[in-house]
């Protein structure tokens, strides 16, 4: 192995389409190429003693926001050890600063910067056939005796001329599998970088069908298309919509960024057409404050965004992903808090509170003194201040992401959120609250059990309302069981031992008559004890109204996008 396309990923379940586009692309030079991943939580000893085994003459190693400083620790080591090895860096975090790169790390021999596959194709030429001189490549920036010489940008290329890296699954296995049928975005947003590139193109829809039955015979779990803005044409999305759709294969999940405001009624009508759960849509709001948006250069009509989720949520088989982002210009607590509750009032089924990151190459990064925007010196160069909102105030919202994170975007406190904000002018103020409270109490920073989470909110509703103690319990005991059939049920949850002899009848009846379990044929009124659960509580879960309510849950049949337990209300 001459040649080593290396990858350092966030987690072990994420794999780099980049250095597999690049192997593939030149897939020529067969073996004298080889492929390494590691992860930002392996030690960095690991690391560099998994490149030194294969001792290559030719480092490339793919460089992101999050993984950057553990990459420079790892190459003034690797230089140490192999000093006659050539070291490359590509990616987004050097493409766009590749002579300041060069000036902080002296052991790097270049940068691949942008679109890479034609790039590294010449470079590995270069190394292996002596075929380019590094004079003649495209898109790089590099060392020529004691002078750093930049190539300038490359032009871009056929998006279908790369070859499909995952003929064999094998190496992916329990990974998400990222796909590609678009590279570029047609929008300008100021933070972002895809708005630095252009120049939009699509793969060709055949190559694209023929890849994705390929994932579908696989029957692989999930797909995650890292196209900036899947339906930005509209002709290519309804082509790759309605091929999935005509091919479902009742378990792969495909994933895709949208723009929700530009979701047309055909769109609209296919998706809600389509098996509950064979795709998840993340649509990217940021604001709602109309000047912000103005400000960095984003269309979005988030009248015609809110119309669209709801019209997609009626039909219940879409996970929807919707994302705000704090310390933008012009927004400040106050209007934060507004755009917060705005797309709040859609309930997605996530809702994503992120915090500006001033990216090098961006519109942002470059406006950041007029904007008096104060960000990390070090990755992910995130927004400490600006002229619009306070580092005591991202410091809130820092606590409002944590308690959202939790309670909500969990999906294991379904009743009793909606009871818990009632008491709040707005469901940001009860977030603001519930963070203050952690924070007061010494919560935050400490790793909490399911169980727990619900005795911490019970004693903040307890401050707040505690005349209606009992109710809440009994929201919370509706949740629990929601989720799973416990074996030791909670010490504060409603006793239910005086009902004993009404769900020992129930459950024999329901052994002889199958009146609400009819798919549980063979069992006998034990099993369907086990199998299920029969919660009987003094008010509605929904209503809140006093009364006696019996609920049977039934474990083998869940919510697809909530994965609550089917539930019904027992006569």
């Known amino acids: 192995m001459r040649i080593l396309l290396t990858a350092v990923n966030a987690k072990y379940i994420h794999s780099n389409l980049a250095v597999y586009s690049l192997k593939a692309y030149a897939n020529r030079y067969g073996e004298d190429v080889g492929l390494a991943e590691f992860t930002i939580n392996q030690k960095k000893d690991e690391i560099i003693k998994g490149i030194f085994r294969r001792k290559p003459e030719v480092l490339c190693i793919s460089c992101y926001i999050w993984n950057i400083s553990l990459v420079k620790e790892v190459i003034r080591e690797i230089h140490k050890i192999l000093p006659d090895t050539a070291i490359w860096l590509g990616g987004p975090e050097v493409s766009y600063d590749s002579k300041k790169v060069l000036l902080e790390c002296p052991q790097v021999t270049g940068i691949m910067k942008g679109e890479g596959e034609e790039t590294f194709l010449e470079l590995a030429g270069h190394y292996l056939e002596n075929i380019h001189t590094l004079e003649e490549i495209r898109g790089i920036t590099y060392r020529k005796n004691q002078e750093i010489v930049d190539n300038g940008w490359r032009e871009v290329m056929d998006l279908s001329k790369v070859p499909f890296v995952y003929s064999h699954l094998g190496e992916f296995k329990n990974r998400i599998i990222y796909y590609e049928s678009s590279r570029g975005c047609p929008f300008s947003c100021s933070y972002c970088l895809s708005s630095v590139d252009k120049k939009l193109r699509f793969r060709d829809l055949e190559l694209v069908k023929k890849e994705l039955q390929f994932f579908l015979n696989q ?50 009508s296919l998706i809600r057409q389509m098996r509950p759960g064979m795709i998840q849509l993340e649509i990217g709001v940021q604001s709602t404050n109309e000047k912000t ?27 929807q992903h919707l994302d705000l982002i704090a310390g933008l210009p012009f927004e400040n607590y106050e209007s934060f808090g507004k755009s917060f509750d705005q797309v709040y009032a859609l309930r997605p089924q996530q809702l994503q509170l992120g915090f500006l990151k001033v990216l090098k190459g961006s519109y942002m990064y470059q406006q950041a003194e007029n904007y008096k925007c104060v960000y990390q010196d070090k990755e992910p160069y995130e ?38 904000e009632r008491l709040f002018p707005s469901p940001f103020a009860f977030y603001e609250a519930l963070g203050a409270f952690y924070e007061r109490k010494g919560y935050m920073d400490i790793s909490h059990t399911r169980i727990r989470r619900y005795e911490i909110l019970q004693e903040f509703l307890e401050e707040r309302d505690p005349g209606n103690r009992e109710l809440y319990i009994q929201l919370m005991t509706y949740d629990l069981y929601a989720r799973e059939n416990l ?85």
């Open 219 to 268: 029957k692989v779990p999930q797909v995650k298309f890292v196209d900036r803005t899947f339906n930005c044409n509209h002709n290519h999305a309804m082509a790759v919509w309605t091929y999935l759709t005509e091919h479902d294969n009742g378990i792969t999940n495909f994933h895709f960024e949208v723009a929700a405001d530009l979701l047309n009624e055909e769109e609209i």
């Open 293 to 319: 948006i103005s400000e960095i250069h984003r269309k979005m009509d988030f009248a015609k965004v809110s119309s669209v989720v709801r019209r997609i949520q009626e039909g219940h088989n879409v996970h």
């Open 383 to 420: 927004v400490l201040f600006t002229q619009w909102i306070s580092y005591e105030e991202i410091l809130k919202l820092k606590l409002v992401e944590e308690m959202v994170e939790v309670y909500y975007n969990s999906n294991q406190f379904l009743k009793i959120l909606p009871a818990a």
């Open 487 to 571: 074996k030791n049920r909670p010490v504060w949850a409603k006793n239910q031992s005086e009902y004993k002899t009404y769900i020992r009848e129930f459950y024999r009846q329901e052994g002889e008559s199958r009146k609400y379990l009819p798919e549980y044929q063979g069992y006998d009124e034990r099993q369907l004890s086990k199998m299920t659960h029969l919660e009987i509580m003094d008010y509605h879960p929904d209503t809140w109204e006093r009364g006696c309510y019996k609920f049977l849950f039934d474990y083998r049949k869940r919510d697809v996008l909530t994965y609550e337990a089917y539930s019904q209300k027992i006569d």
